[in-house]
């Protein structure tokens, strides 16, 4: 073990996700375990270069592994980006005599980590935190488990809402540039359809898909949309698409938004981000940088940033047959 590193800091960073705050008492506690200072920079990259700094130890975490969020606070911070606010937020880091960070966020988070670290060689480790589940190199991200529990939970309600008045819903959940969470909740949710990004299902695909199911005497249906899927401009549009070419159908959209980060983290993810908490900070202590804790075969691994940033995750093909499948 390393002896030059004797106090790390830790920080969340990006958009929120369920389970960061069980990564941060994980990195707290492991720091106390290991008999290392610990400090908390508050608003990510943005606090660190105004010196929000708070010392923590094993009690300041206590009763945070079950609340969503982060105690921490995040922050998008531009000054950042450039040099001179790198520079200061080293400065910052100095003064505080902090050796190390481990950064608990997503791709950007770790973009911001890994020039930090070939600026000024400045040791740094990053933990997946998002619920798009959308970083290469793990698995699982934090926080991804979750959103899916909260997204099922809700789409069920909706189709009690659906069967209850022979409904079409489009629930759009969050994914941009992935359909993880989509692909997962609605084969969990037993929708109809679910229409992802890295799948054009196409609007004639679409409306035959929704013929069949009505033809087979389905009198309610559920189609999950992910925010980025190109099939229709926007999910509006799939409503008016769909209420001009097969009428019988009562169309309705409900769009769940932020719900999905929010919530207390399932025992999943806390035990995930436990579990890297540790491996980070044991992984700074053995002079390892620039890396990020993953997880594979229910093995925690580590990949280098630059991998993660600008790897791509690959939608499950065998997912989309079983879904393709239970939709019949």
Known sequence: MSTEIKKIGVFTSGGDSPGMNAAIRSVVRTCAYMKIECVGI??????????????????????????GGTILKSARSLEFRTPEGRAKAYENLK??????????????????????????NFPVIG???????????????????TALNTVVEVIDKIRDTASSHNRLFFVE??????????LNAGVGAGAEEILIPEENLGLDRLLESLKRSKQSGKSSSIVVV?????????VFELKEYVEEHIPIYDVRVSVL?????????????????????????EALLEGKTSLMVGIQDNKLTLTPLIKAIKGHTKIDKELIRVSDIMST
Do not use: W
């Not at 508050?42 to 609340?67: C, T």
């Not at 959940?173 to 992935?178: E, F, K, N």
């Open 42 to 67: 508050y608003r990510g990259y943005e606090g660190m270069i105004e010196g929000d700094f708070k010392p923590m130890d094993a009690r300041s975490v206590n009763n945070i592994i079950n609340k």
């Open 95 to 120: 003064k505080e005599s902090i050796d190390a960070f481990v950064v608990i966020g997503g791709d950007g988070s770790f973009t911001g980590a890994m020039i930090f670290n070939q600026e000024y």
């Open 127 to 145: 933990i997946p935190g998002t619920i798009d589940n959308d970083i290469y190199g793990t698995t699982y991200t934090v926080g991804f488990d």
């Open 173 to 182: 959940v969050m994914g941009r540039d992935v359909g993880h969470i989509a």
């Open 226 to 234: 992910a925010e980025g899927d190109k099939t229709g401009k926007n």
């Open 257 to 281: 938004g932020h719900m999905q980060r929010g919530g207390s983290p399932s025992c999943f993810d806390r035990v995930l981000a436990s579990r890297m908490g540790v491996k980070a900070v």
